[in-house]
């Protein structure tokens, strides 16, 4: 079970409008085109929402060529039910990969355990409207503590009984290189969490120039976070660290450079 949730969205909503009618028409082709042409400030609520929901649409609609899962998605969260471990690395992986290109900080959990879809129902009147998703399990529990166990940044954190996975090979396959699972380990003091985590995906996988885009975002989120913010940005830089090392690159000694060495270039 996968559960994912969009970081500072209470402060975003506390602090900027709702464009309702901006939000409800950006699955129109052109809508982002149109908004650049017009010149009009992008309001980071409705820039850091829709990002959300099409980063998620997009995650979900690649998974499922591949395999089943069930997707229940709230504003600013959603859980995703897999089969196996492999299929929610996958997708969180995507999803996280695509949203801190566009500057938009999320962290994820994922558990083992059971997950049971009672009833979903959706009743709108002219009056209003009554809304019902019933659903239950330990992987859904599990899934939501391991996010918010503590550990900070962006990340996404293998519960346990996740943990336990790794070395099953129908859910982290080693030969695949497709579907196998990277993974490192938190930092000593994040692995004294309450919850037990201890391990995260290693998500920092991707081409020289999706990388760099990927790093100078993730520093342009970090050089116009609040103060209470900042917790997070340097989090997500030592994780990332952590990763291109087990990846095989030397040690960063400065997190706030722009550019990333490559061993051997």
Not at 219 to 226: E, G, H, I, T
Not at 248 to 257: A, D, I, K, Q, T
Request: hydrophobic content about 40%.
């Amino acid at each position: 079970m996968l559960f994912v949730d969009l970081l500072g969205f209470a402060s975003l909503t506390e602090g900027h409008p709702i464009e309702l009618n901006l939000i409800k028409g950006s699955d129109r082709p052109f809508e982002s085109i149109a908004m650049i042409l017009s010149g009009k400030k992008e309001n980071p609520l409705t820039q850091a929402f829709t990002n959300f929901h099409r980063a998620l649409k997009a995650a979900i609609d690649l998974a499922q060529i591949h395999h089943p899962l069930t997707a229940i998605t709230f504003s600013d969260s959603a859980y995703v039910a897999t089969s196996h471990l492999f299929q929610a690395v996958n997708i969180a992986s995507y999803f996280v990969q695509t949203l801190i290109t566009q500057r938009t900080p999320v962290r994820a959990g994922i558990a083992h355990g059971s997950f049971a879809a009672i009833r979903f129902r959706s009743d709108v009147t002219l009056e209003g409207g009554d809304h019902s998703a019933h659903f239950l399990g330990t992987g859904v529990v599990r899934s939501h503590a391991a996010e918010t166990c503590g550990i900070k940044g962006v990340r996404i954190l293998l519960h346990p009984s996740a943990a336990t996975l790794l070395e099953d090979p129908k859910h982290n396959p080693p030969s695949s290189q497709e579907n196998r699972i990277h993974y490192v380990e938190c930092t000593p003091d994040e692995c004294k969490n309450a919850l037990g985590v201890r391990y995260e995906a290693d998500y920092w996988r991707f081409k020289a120039i999706a990388e760099a885009k990927a790093w100078h975002s993730l520093q342009d989120m970090w050089s116009v976070a609040p103060q209470g913010a900042i917790i997070h940005y340097e989090a997500t830089a030592q994780a990332i660290n952590r990763m291109r090392v087990a990846q095989g690159e030397s040690p960063l000694n400065n997190l706030r450079r722009r550019t990333l060495p490559h061993v051997g270039k």
